[in-house]
């Protein structure tokens, strides 16, 4: 698993490092790892051109001595300092008795055009907003020049916390974090900035929970539900799908599809579209009577093509086994009837969705998604799993009035239910999945296969988190690098099982 933490965290726990460490070793230890990464890149560094790009305070110290380090090993090495007065004395020195050479802006878009690789140095993880303007045309040069772009803990312009970008931000091929990733490594838009990241372990003690995670192969296999000797399809979980319309009769057919992959033992269907999904899945159990005489579920999807159907919405929400809603459940479901619901509830929107249920305008939910998601779970006392390319997971009532959209009182009443669907903690960031995945009908895959997992025992955070990680797999192995439809998708789900389930 990859942990994230956020600043205050971060330097924390440096300062009580530094306390027992001699003067400059961290400093020391960060530049080692930073430089053996620059190595890598340049793969041949004697000889080689090299750019640091030097702002004021420890992320330019570990810039300046990473370069002392390269220059010792023959590279010419030249420091363009953004802020003289305040770069770092003691990496300054390091530089220039390694011979390495300092100047100034004046010149710098040509020596970057010339150099085989750049070191982002100028913002340190304290630093909010997009570049300052005399940064910019570096900036700019640096992703106009062949080098490659190296960016010291984070790149230069994005939010180190939330992963947010507001204004203009430097693109790395590598970065080389220390100690822990940050959570804006991790989590979109900030994410696409950072290219390969690389973690240089610099000796942190750090708390047992992290902000952000990232489940990997592992983790998930350990979640997956498995057979026992003595089970029998309903001892598996059965899971109802209360999905589909006349007019999208499709997206039943793809929730039942990602339902029948998810470990649950039976799927029951209710809803119009019912012949259209025995033809297609014949060991479907159908009903035609609504969701209160389909029989025995642990678990209900329902909203995938739901249309206007909101009296069903409201029935299964009033059902007591785990509910996940989905795209027409979202906009029918009443927030009194989802925040009043004692069995676990997960919620599935996309970032349009989101922001409709948030009121505010859908870029914002796109630029700050680990703000959106934590107003979601604690206005509607429900775990959420926010679609998008970063497919973020968060428990119920975590960070109630962070912020995003006008009021966020209206979810009060999750604080005294924490324990309901995961019980908050960190939130997951998803790492697998394709943007071939932003096809029609992928979602109604996605919410069968955590209304599946559901049913089968997980709870709400870890149901979508392992629909998550199987369904951005699927997607990979479906599309391998061509156009992808949901269908393929879905049947790509077992290759994605077993691949996790291999390691």
Not at 479 to 499: K, Q
Request: some cysteine.
């Amino acid at each position: 698993m990859r942990t994230a933490y956020s600043v205050e965290t971060v330097r924390a726990a440096e300062r009580e490092l530094m306390a027992r460490l001699p003067e400059g070793a961290l400093m020391r230890r960060a530049a080692a790892g930073l430089a053996a990464a620059c190595a890598d890149v340049l793969g041949r560094v004697y000889g080689s051109r090299v750019v640091l790009l030097v702002g004021s305070g420890n992320n330019g110290g570990d810039a300046l001595h990473a370069g002392a380090r390269l220059a010792r090993r023959g590279a010419g090495v030249s420091a363009v300092l953004l802020a003289p007065e305040h770069a770092h004395p003691g990496g300054l020195a390091a530089l220039r008795r390694a011979g390495g050479r300092v100047v100034g802006t004046d010149g710098a878009e040509e020596l970057i055009g010339r150099s085989d690789l750049v070191v982002d140095g100028i913002v340190g993880i304290g630093g909010t907003g997009g570049l300052r303007p005399d940064a910019v045309p570096l900036a700019e040069a640096a992703e106009r020049a062949r080098a490659a772009v190296v960016a010291v803990d984070l790149p230069s312009g994005v939010d180190a916390d939330t992963g947010e970008v507001r204004g203009r931000a430097l693109r790395a091929d590598l970065t080389v974090t220390f100690g822990t990733h940050k959570p804006g490594l991790l989590i979109d838009p900030a994410r696409e900035y950072a290219g390969a990241v690389r973690l240089v372990d610099i000796g942190l003690t750090l708390p047992d929970e992290p902000e952000v995670e990232a489940l990997q192969h592992a983790d998930v296999a350990r979640l997956l539900p498995v057979p026992a000797a003595e089970s029998d399809k309903y001892r598996r979980g059965v899971v109802g799908i209360a999905a589909g319309s006349a007019r999208y009769p499709g997206a039943a057919v793809l929730a039942v599809a990602g339902a029948l992959r998810g470990g649950a033992g039976a799927v029951r269907y209710v809803g119009p579209a019912g012949q259209a999904v025995i033809a297609r899945f014949p060991e479907t159990l159908v009903s035609d009577r609504g969701p209160k005489h389909a029989g025995r579920v642990q678990a209900w999807v329902v909203g995938p093509g739901a249309g206007d159907d909101a009296a069903t919405v409201a029935e299964v929400l009033a059902a007591d086994v785990p509910v996940l809603i989905d795209a027409d459940g979202l906009r029918l479901a009443e927030a009194s009837a989802v925040r009043g619901r004692r069995a676990p509830t997960l919620m599935t929107p996309h970032a349009g969705e989101a922001a409709a249920l948030l009121g505010v305008e859908r870029v914002e939910v796109e630029g700050g998604r680990l703000d959106a998601v934590r107003e979601l779970a604690g206005r509607y006392g429900a775990a959420v799993l926010l679609k998008g390319s970063t497919t973020l997971v968060v428990g119920v009532g975590v960070g109630v009035g962070v912020g995003v959209g006008a009021g966020a009182g209206a979810g009060a009443g999750a604080d005294a239910r924490a324990g309901v669907g995961g019980g908050g903690g960190p939130v997951r960031v998803n790492p697998t999945g394709t943007s071939w995945l932003a096809t029609a009908g992928s979602g109604d895959v996605l919410s069968g296969l955590g209304g599946s997992l559901l049913a089968a025992g997980l709870s709400a955070v870890d149901a979508g988190s392992a629909a998550a990680y199987l369904h951005g797999l699927a997607g990979r192995f479906a599309a391998d690098g061509a156009p992808v439809g949901a269908r393929d998708v879905a049947e790509a789900v077992a290759g994605a099982w077993r691949s996790v389930v291999r390691g």
